[in-house]
């Protein structure tokens, strides 16, 4: 059983139990302030905090924070990629990527994940349970303590590393609200990213959030049958519904759904399949990602040619549809867009 953190907490959570402990009630400020503002790893550092109630938290409420492991740089780029421990000996990765004034902490939602596209290193490695409130949020802690050291912010959050955030839904619902909470880490709603495989309960109830967080859908493919070879959870939430759920996002929000394709040469990146794609998108308030594929150890697909890339791109745009390419990042030391594993499948 995991303990609880105090990461795990809402900010209505903590106040409750700290006024149930008779505490005053603006010590749950205090603290949270100390949690998600100041950043402490440590109880010890709360030194306005009365020694008793640091006691009692650190009994009742541990402050272990998942403890960074290998570090690997891509210093050129500005990418780091960390492993982090958690506390029963699992463990997952987390990205920083540092663009112009842009520093986007890329977040995992699962230790690995049960969808298993065809594609994706995590997929291939399997599931081996859902990350905790705290444990995802500690991810984006951890990039902001390292920034703090150079006077720089974490100012986004793209919930695309290990995982499919939506079968796991309350969890990551929790961390972005928390990290969004004005009296602490005080991230605004629009910088955050969250990315689906298509599962449409999940769209639907981000849409009933109204919270102003980005959307982008894992499409890959512009019909069924090619889809269901790409993502099994296609089988589930057909290309249709999974539409229609985002147009329910995008009529709640008014905000522009993202479409990500990963582009796998000779598989889904023929001009067929731009056409079919634009068909599909066309006057909906859309905008797509392609993703050259990243290649990982065991992943039987190629990457498309640069030239290729951009044909797929020209006859997008040409059929009205928006669309940009995602430069990617990190592929060197395995931290792109589906290189994130923390198991090594076997030879
Ligand atoms: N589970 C979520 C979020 C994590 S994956 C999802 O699938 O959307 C984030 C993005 O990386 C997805 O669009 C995914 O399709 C893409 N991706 C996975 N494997 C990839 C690979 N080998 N090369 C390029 N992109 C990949
Ligand atoms: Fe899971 Fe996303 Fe990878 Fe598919 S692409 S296996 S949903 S992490």
């Avoid at 974490?154 to 290990?162: A, E, L, Q």
Wanted: charged fraction near 25%.
């Amino acid at each position: 059983m995991h303990v609880q953190s105090p990461f795990d907490l809402s900010f209505e959570e903590l106040e409750g139990l700290l006024l149930g402990w008779g505490e005053p009630s603006y010590r749950a400020r205090q603290l949270w302030a100390w949690l998600w503002r100041r950043l402490a790893t440590d109880y010890a550092e709360m030194t306005d905090l009365p020694k008793g109630l640091r006691a009692r938290l650190s009994q009742e409420l541990p402050l272990s924070l998942p403890r960074p492991g290998a570090l690997e740089l891509d210093a050129e780029e500005g990418t780091e990629k960390v492993l982090l421990h958690l506390s029963d000996g699992e463990a997952i990765e987390a990205v920083l990527m540092r663009e112009g004034d842009r520093r986007t902490v890329c977040v995992s939602t699962q230790v690995g994940c049960p969808v298993g596209c065809a594609f994706c290193a995590t997929g291939r490695m399997g599931y081996v349970r859902d990350l905790t409130p705290g444990e995802i949020a500690a991810q984006v802690l951890h990039f902001a303590r390292r920034l703090q050291e150079s006077g720089e912010r974490v100012t986004h959050v793209v919930v695309m590393g290990m995982g499919e955030p939506f079968l796991n839904y309350a969890a990551t619902l929790k961390a972005i609200r928390n990290l969004n909470h004005p009296q602490g880490f005080g991230l605004g709603a629009r910088r955050f990213t969250v990315s689906t495989v298509g599962v449409v309960p999940g769209i639907l109830q981000l849409a009933e959030a109204r919270l102003q967080v980005n959307l982008a859908i894992s499409l890959h493919a512009p019909d069924d049958a090619l889809r269901r070879e790409l993502v099994p959870l296609g089988r589930k939430w057909p290309v249709r519904e999974v539409l229609q759920a985002a147009d329910a996002y995008v009529a709640a929000t008014g905000r522009r759904v993202t479409y990500e394709y990963v582009l796998l040469s000779g598989v889904n990146d023929g001009l067929k399949e731009a056409r079919a794609l634009a068909r599909l998108l066309r006057g909906r308030l859309a905008h797509v990602n392609l993703i050259p594929f990243n290649p990982a150890p065991g992943l039987p697909f190629k990457r498309p040619s640069d030239r290729r890339v951009e044909a797929f791109k020209r006859e997008l745009l040409r059929h009205g549809v928006d669309v940009t390419v995602r430069r990617s990042r990190g592929v060197r030391i395995q931290a792109g867009c589906g290189q994130l594993r923390t198991r090594h499948l076997p030879p």
